[in-house]
Antibody, heavy 123, light 111 residues
Framework: QVQLQESGPGLVKPSGTLSLTCGVS?????????WSWVRQPPGKGLEWIGE???????NSNPSFKSRVTMSMDMSNNQFSLRLTSMTAADTAVYYC????????????????WGQGALVTVSS | QSVLTQPPSVSGAPGQRVTLSCTGS?????????VHWYQQLPGTAPKLLIY???NRPSGVPDRFSGSKSGTSASLAITGLQAQDEADYYC???????????FGAGTRVTVL
């Protein structure tokens, strides 16, 4: 069974940088799957941030494009998110998730999720 | 404003059938991209409920079913139970965004 676990600071100062790591167990991240970040502001819905493949290809939401960096750490079976220039509007629960292919084509779905990490932006 | 439109809330009595709608456009559902549904119980992470329009992952009861037609999709819950109280999100891929999109979510309340 694949499991994901987010780790990182719960508090970030305004204009600071968020760094989160997602540890993966139950399967190698060096696979055909993609690895993604999704966030959820308090009381609001889900927002896709971006995804990274095992080969380091990155796709990201244009809303974050200039602020987001993602990377893979194969040796520790984990992947990471960096989000710069944080403001109060970035206060949210950040989830990491696996995106896997299904069927015969290129369809993909978010099939495994971490439990989420609450990040608060405050001085 | 979400790219996929969902009603904020739906309610039903135990045992009833409820239907949740998700309206997209030509850049997502209309472009042939499939819909997935996620269930988020209070205080927990989202869980994949339906994928590829109408497929249930192992362990998901057959009380849950999905469909998609044109630029709209729906999730049906039959035999509504108290444990079904949760937020439900539809999700797809959008060519305008060149990325994944979620609906704003529908809260299901069991009366």
């Amino acid at each position: 069974q694949v499991q994901l676990q987010e780790s990182g600071p719960g508090l970030v100062k305004p204009s600071g940088t968020l760094s989160l790591t997602c540890g993966v167990s139950g399967g190698p991240i060096r696979s055909s799957n993609w690895w993604s970040w999704v966030r959820q502001p308090p009381g609001k819905g889900l927002e896709w941030i971006g995804e990274i493949s095992h080969s380091g290809l990155i796709n990201s939401n244009p809303s974050f494009k200039s602020r987001v960096t993602m990377s893979m750490d194969m040796s520790n079976n984990q992947f990471s998110l960096r989000l710069t220039s944080m403001t109060a509007a970035d206060t949210a629960v950040y989830y990491c998730a696996r995106i896997s292919y299904y069927g015969a084509g290129s369809n993909r779905r978010f099939d495994y999720w971490g439990q989420g990490a609450l990040v608060t932006v405050s001085s | 404003q979400s790219v996929l439109t969902q009603p904020p809330s739906v309610s039903g009595a135990p045992g009833q059938r409820v239907t949740l709608s998700c309206t997209g456009s030509s850049s997502n559902f209309g472009a042939g991209f499939e819909v997935h549904w996620y269930q988020q119980l209070p205080g927990t992470a989202p869980k994949l409920l339906i994928y590829g329009n109408n497929n249930r992952p192992s362990g998901v009861p057959d009380r849950f079913s999905g469909s998609k037609s044109g630029t709209s999709a729906s999730l049906a819950i039959t035999g509504l139970q108290a444990q079904d109280e949760a937020d439900y999100y539809c999700q797809s891929y959008d060519t305008n965004l060149s990325g994944f999109v979620f609906g704003a979510g529908t809260r299901v309340t069991v009366l």
